[in-house]
């Protein structure tokens, strides 16, 4: 366990960074062809690179970190740069670039949070590495510096994207042998995940939740009202998150209405959330981030409203679901199912130990910082590229 820095301060010296591609369960992947992008795109995201990164620090221990799928080198390196010698123990990841002004030169009401205003730096990566080094620094996992776990396990479903109904089962058959209680889903413009679950309805297991997500597609009420009600007869937890455009406030309402349903509403920008909670379009929250601290933020928002919600995702590798993990175990209103689905979405997820899952939650670690390393011959294996970054 790394010791207690000395008060001289704590820095990186040196970074090695790894860009891979770890594909997904062709099973889990599976969707039938449908027309548009937003659908094409459904299948490619496992291909999109990933950059994992372990520093070296000052007081002679590594941390890990990790960028969003798709983000360019580029934005890797102009990233590390800012944090070569930076002294981590005099900066906060959600301060450290914060900007008084709007990108286009006017004064803001509130300073702009570091996520908000990276300008061509990766957030993600900032903070995965901070969060890691601080706590080995400091001997603390990661949800210490968060505030405090209020819980040793945080509650997991299993992900699938648009199989058809065979594939589904023999999924849903899996999900329950890991001891999973729900499995969350996408669906199409004509609900064909909706369709498939339907067809199963009388070899659906007992006391099992399914959220099926259609990306605001199902247009409205009026063309998806015979369908949820058919899913509200089914003999299982049904939650459906993000049914319609947000706009269309009337229709989640009176969706909101047909029960048993939970409506889910998950708001990828602050404007969504605030008229949500003003305009009462869901009845729980899917409030994944870009930011740990911002997660935090909109649940606490959330909570004030009497509101519980989950930790979403973009299914990324191990350093990152981990970030998640420490994160969900400190939101007191976290408690549906968040999406730490990766173990079993994707081959590998490139770090150790891997983790680990009982009664279908994720256990929080107890060890310093995010309580994870690099497997460097699992890296090895999905590597595409290699380089370091140094003082110059």
Known sequence: MPQMTRPGGLTFTRFRVWQVVVPARADILSAPESRGPLYRDSLAWPDMPIHLVEGETSAGFTAVGECDRGTSRATVEATLRDLLGRNLLAMAPATVWMEGTSPVGLPMSYPAWSWESAGGRSYLLLESLWYDAVGKAAGLPAHQLLGGAVRKAVATDFWVNRPGSE???????????????????????????????????????????????????????????????????????????????????????????????TIICHPRREEIFRFALQEELAHAYNLGTGSLVGFLHMARVAEFFHKDCWQGSSLELGVLQHLR?????????????????????????????????????????????????????????????YFEVTVE
């Open 167 to 261: 594939t589904l089962r023999a999924l849903i058959r899996e999900a329950v042998d890991r001891g999973l209680r729900g499995m969350k889903m996408k669906s199409n413009f004509q609900g064909d995940t909706a369709r498939a679950l339907l067809s199963l309805a009388g070899d659906l297991p007992e006391n099992f939740r399914f959220t099926i997500d259609p990306m605001y597609a199902w247009r409205s009420l009026r063309e998806s009202a015979r369908r949820l009600e058919a899913l509200a007869r089914l003999p299982c937890e049904i939650q459906i998150e993000d049914p319609f455009p947000w706009q269309v406030a009337e229709d989640w309402r009176q969706a909101r209405s047909i029960s048993p349903l």
């Open 325 to 385: 993990l420490h994160a969900a175990a400190c939101a007191r209103n976290c408690v549906l199912a968040s999406d730490l689905q990766s173990e079993w979405v994707r081959e590998h997820t490139l770090v150790t130990p891997r983790m680990a899952y009982r009664d279908g939650a994720a256990l929080v670690p107890e060890e310093p910082g995010l309580g994870v390393a690099l497997d460097h011959d699992a890296v090895a294996y999905y590597a595409r590229d």
